[in-house]
C-alpha cells in the first residue's frame, strides 16, 4: 500500500513564490511525478502530473523539457488554454505535450535549451552530452577526455551540465572512470566538476557533485554527498560553502538573490553509504529549501513526507499559478497553436459556438449560476438551440431547482421526443420531488429510445429498489457495471448465477463503500450453502470482521486472490438478484456480524448513564454528502444532555470538530477505530447507536445494536419510504427530516425519544 503524499511549508514559501511572481516545478523518479508548486493565498498548492521516471528539467521561454527513463517530453505553454481553469484560482500559463522524442533507457539526468533553443541533455549512461535528431535515437557532442568510447556502462556517472553565454561550459560527473560503473567505488569523494568543451578538471575530491549553474558571473553547483551549495572559482578551483542542508542536495535552480535547492532524504542504500551526509547527525528531509544567496540563510523550505522521499530537479517557471496537462486530458485533444501567418486567416469563432463553449466550461467547473446564465443568455438569441436547452435543464437540476429544469427539459423532449438524455434527466428531477410514477414514465421513455443507455436502467432500479419492487430493481441495478462509475471484476472464470456449485469454490468479492458490504455480508450464509467453499475478497479494514460471518471460508484482500483458487466468482451487492431475494424472504436475523474474540478494546466507561455513540457525517466525495451528513454543531444540545454519556464513533474527525466534541465532555474513539472489528467490539459495550448514513450504523444494526439513523431528503433507497422502522434491521428506529435539510427539528425529535430512554433507565436505577 502507497504511503500518501503530505507536505509541511514555512509560511514564507508561498509568500516568496509570491513576492518573485513565479511557480516551482520539482522532478521525482521516484514517486513518478511532476509536482507543481504553486502559491494559493497564504498557502501551499501543489498540483501532480504523472510520468514514468522524470528526472531532468529545463525551460526556456514558452516550452518546457521533461527526461524521463527513455522519453523525452517537450512541452508548450498555451496561455489561452489556461483560461479554461479558474479554481481554486485564475491559472495564468498551461503547458500542453507537443512531442515525445524516444531516446531509449539512456538515464537522463540534466538538460539546458541553449540560446538559440537547441536542446542538451545528459546522457549518462552513455557517459556524454548530446542533442537530438528525429533520425536517431540521441546524437553525442561531447565526452569527458578520460572516456575512451561509447557504451552504456555508466563509467563516470556524468550528471550535470552548465551553461555559459548560451553554450555548454561546464560538467560534473560521479568519477573519473573509464571503466562500467567505475565511479562506485570512490563515490564518497572521487567527484568532478569539469570544463567544456576542453574537459579541464577544475575541481575533484568533490563528494557525488550534482547541478552545475552559472548564475550572476559565479559557477554554482551541489555537493549531494555532503549536503552543502557551493561555489567553485573555475579559474583556480577554490571552493567554498554557501549553505549546509538537511539532506542529499540535488536539483538547483535561480531567482533573483534566492536558490531553490532539491533535497532528498538518502536512503540507507549501497550507493548511498559512506557519504559524508549519512555520518552527519540529525533528521534528512526531502523536499525543496530556498536560500539567500547574499549570506546562506534558509529564508524559506517546503518539506515531502509520505509517497515522495527523493527529489531529481527543481525548475523555477515564471507564472503564478500554471497547469501542465497531461497527454490524455480531454484539452489536449481540443487545444491548437498555429503560426502568425495563419493565425491571422483562421476565421473568426462563431459568437454562438463561443458564448455555448463558455456556459459549458462553467457548468463543468461546477460554476451553477454562471452556466445558468450563460445558457439563457444564449437561447435568448438562439430560442430553437435544442442542445443548449437540454444543458440549461441539466444545470437547473443540478442546483437542485428541480421544477424549473423539468420545465427546460419538457421543452426538449416536445421538439425531440426521441431525446434519451433529456428523458434520463426529467426522471431525475421527478424523482427528485418525489413524483415517483413520473420519474418511471421518463426512464422508461429513456430506454425505449436506448435500450443499451445504462445510466437510466441504473437510475431506475434506485426507483424501483426504494418502491420495494426488489425482483424488478436487482434486474436494472445489473446495469451498474455499464456506468462510467464502476469497474467491473476482471477474470475467465464464470459469473455465478445462483446455480448450485457444490463442487466449486466461489469468490465473492466486496464493491462500492463498507457500508454496502457490512449490509449485503447477511447473504453470504445463503450463498455458501450452494457451493462447496465461499471465499471472501473485501479490503483490509474489513476482513477482521467479515472473516467471521457464517459461510465464509477465507477472507483475503483483493491482491493476495489467486486465479487459480476459484472457480465461479459474483459481486457481493449482486447476491440478492441470484439469490431471488424480495421484501417476504428478505434474511433480517440478527445479529450476524460478531466481533472477533481476540479483538483487545478499551473498556469503556462504568458510568450507570445511557452510553450513546453517535457520527455525524459519511464520506465527502459521496454525492448526496451535502444533504446527508449532519454537521456536529447541529448536536450540541443532544450530545450536552447530562442523562447520557456519549461516545464520538467519527472517523476521520477534524480538528475544529476535536475541539468541540472535548468542550462537551463526549469520548473521542477516532483513535481505536482502525478497522470494523475493533469498531465493532466497542459498539457492542454501548446501549444505543445513533447516526447519518453511513457505514457505522450497518455496523450496528447487523450487530443487533438498538440504531437510530438520520435520513435527509433523498435518502438512499435503502431505507424505503414513508416508514421509520428497516426491514433490514429489526433493531433500527429511522428518523425523517420533514423539511429538507432541517437538521433542528429532526435532532429536537431525536432527543425527545432519547429523553424517554434515560427516563426508563433512571427509574430502572
Not at 468541540?660 to 477516532?670: R, T, Y
Request: glycine share 6%.
Amino acid at each position: 500500500m502507497s504511503i500518501p503524499f503530505a507536505s509541511q511549508h514555512t509560511p514564507s514559501f508561498p509568500a516568496l513564490l509570491h513576492h518573485l511572481g513565479a511557480t516551482v516545478l520539482v522532478s521525482t523518479y521516484q514517486a513518478g511525478q511532476l509536482i507543481i508548486l504553486r502559491a494559493q493565498n497564504d498557502v501551499l498548492n501543489t498540483h501532480f502530473c504523472g510520468l514514468d521516471k522524470p528526472m531532468g528539467l529545463a525551460a526556456y521561454k514558452e516550452r518546457l523539457a521533461v527526461g524521463t527513463g527513455y522519453q523525452l517530453w517537450e512541452y508548450s505553454n498555451l496561455p489561452a488554454v489556461a483560461n479554461h481553469f479558474n479554481d481554486p484560482v485564475p491559472h495564468d500559463a498551461c503547458y500542453l505535450p507537443r512531442t515525445v522524442h524516444i531516446t531509449g533507457d539512456i538515464d537522463i539526468h540534466e538538460l539546458a535549451y541553449t540560446n538559440d533553443g537547441e536542446l542538451w541533455l545528459v546522457n549518462t549512461r552513455m557517459s556524454c552530452l548530446c542533442t537530438l535528431d528525429s533520425a536517431y535515437s540521441v546524437v553525442p557532442r561531447w565526452r569527458p577526455p578520460f572516456v575512451s568510447a561509447y557504451d552504456l556502462s555508466d563509467r563516470c556517472h556524468l550528471n550535470g551540465m552548465a551553461l555559459k553565454n548560451g553554450k555548454p561550459a561546464f560538467a560534473t560527473a560521479l568519477g573519473k572512470t573509464d571503466n562500467a560503473a567505475g565511479w562506485r567505488a570512490n563515490k564518497a569523494s572521487g567527484g568532478l566538476l569539469m570544463s567544456v568543451p576542453d574537459g579541464r578538471i577544475i575541481a575533484s575530491g568533490l563528494s557525488m557533485p550534482h547541478s552545475p549553474r552559472w548564475y550572476q558571473d559565479k559557477l554554482w553547483y551541489l555537493e549531494s554527498g555532503a549536503g552543502q551549495l557551493c561555489t567553485v572559482n573555475p579559474k583556480t578551483g577554490a571552493r567554498k560553502v554557501i549553505a549546509q542542508m538537511p539532506g542529499f542536495t540535488r536539483g538547483l535552480d535561480f531567482a533573483g538573490r534566492y536558490a531553490f535547492i532539491g533535497l532528498s532524504q538518502v536512503r540507507e542504500t549501497a550507493v548511498f553509504s559512506g557519504l559524508p551526509l549519512t555520518a552527519q547527525a540529525g533528521e534528512r528531509h526531502c523536499g525543496v529549501w530556498v536560500v539567500d544567496i547574499t549570506n546562506g540563510e534558509t529564508v524559506a523550505c517546503v518539506a515531502f513526507t509520505g509517497s515522495v522521499q527523493e527529489v531529481f530537479a527543481v525548475q523555477v517557471l515564471p507564472h503564478r499559478f500554471p497547469v501542465l496537462l497531461e497527454i490524455d486530458d480531454p484539452l489536449v485533444r481540443s487545444s491548437y497553436s498555429l503560426p502568425d501567418a495563419a493565425l491571422a486567416e483562421v476565421a473568426a469563432p462563431d459568437p454562438m459556438a463561443v458564448a455555448f463553449e463558455q456556459a459549458t466550461h462553467q457548468h463543468r467547473e461546477r460554476h451553477l449560476e454562471a452556466a445558468i446564465e450563460g445558457y439563457r443568455q444564449l437561447l435568448l438569441q438562439v430560442p430553437e438551440h435544442i442542445t443548449a436547452r437540454f444543458h440549461l435543464g441539466v444545470a437547473l437540476a443540478d442546483a437542485e431547482r428541480w421544477s424549473e429544469g423539468e420545465q427546460e427539459l419538457l421543452k426538449v423532449i416536445a421538439l425531440q421526443p426521441g431525446h434519451a438524455e433529456a428523458h434520463n434527466s426529467l426522471g431525475l428531477c421527478f424523482a427528485s420531488q418525489e413524483r415517483w410514477p413520473e420519474a418511471l414514465q421518463h426512464y422508461e421513455q429513456a430506454l425505449a429510445a436506448d435500450s443499451q443507455y445504462a445510466v437510466a436502467h441504473m437510475n431506475r432500479a434506485m426507483i424501483l429498489l426504494k418502491l420495494g419492487r426488489f425482483t424488478d430493481g436487482w434486474e436494472d441495478y445489473e446495469w451498474r457495471w455499464q456506468t462510467p462509475m464502476f469497474t467491473a471484476f476482471s477474470c475467465p472464470q464464470p459469473r455465478w448465477q445462483g446455480e448450485a456449485i457444490t463442487d466449486k469454490i466461489l469468490l465473492v468479492h466486496t464493491e462500492q463503500g463498507a457500508g454496502d458490504a457490512l449490509q449485503f455480508a447477511r447473504f453470504l450464509p445463503m450463498a455458501a450453502g450452494r457451493c462447496k467453499k465461499l471465499v471472501l475478497a473485501c479490503t483490509d479494514a474489513l476482513r477482521p470482521l467479515l472473516a467471521g460471518v457464517e459461510g465464509v471460508a477465507e477472507a483475503r484482500l483483493p491482491g493476495a486472490v489467486l486465479l487459480d483458487s476459484f472457480d465461479y466468482f459474483c459481486p457481493l451487492l449482486s447476491l440478492p438478484k441470484v439469490l431471488g431475494i424480495t421484501l417476504d424472504n428478505l434474511p433480517a436475523a440478527v445479529p450476524y456480524l460478531h466481533a472477533p474474540d481476540y479483538v483487545s478494546v478499551p473498556h469503556l466507561t462504568a458510568d450507570k448513564r445511557v452510553r450513546v455513540g453517535f457520527c455525524w457525517a459519511g464520506s465527502a466525495t459521496h454525492q448526496n454528502d451535502a444533504h446527508r451528513s449532519c454537521p456536529l454543531p447541529n448536536w450540541e444540545t443532544l450530545l450536552t444532555s447530562p442523562e447520557a454519556v456519549f461516545y464520538s464513533l467519527q472517523t476521520p474527525v477534524s480538528g475544529s470538530d476535536a475541539a468541540l466534541l472535548e468542550k462537551w465532555g463526549v469520548i473521542n474513539l477516532e483513535p481505536e477505530l482502525t478497522d470494523y472489528a475493533r469498531s465493532a467490539a466497542l459498539i457492542n459495550q454501548l446501549d444505543l447507536v445513533i447516526g447519518v448514513d453511513t457505514s457505522v450504523i450497518h455496523l450496528a444494526g447487523g450487530l443487533g445494536k438498538s440504531t437510530w439513523v438520520l435520513l435527509g431528503p433523498h435518502s438512499d433507497w435503502r431505507w424505503l419510504l414513508n416508514r421509520d422502522s428497516s426491514p433490514w434491521y429489526p433493531t433500527m428506529r429511522l428518523f425523517r427530516q420533514v423539511q429538507p435539510d432541517d437538521w433542528r427539528e429532526l435532532m429536537a425529535r431525536v432527543q425527545r425519544a432519547l429523553l424517554e430512554i434515560t427516563a426508563i433507565n433512571t427509574e430502572a436505577r
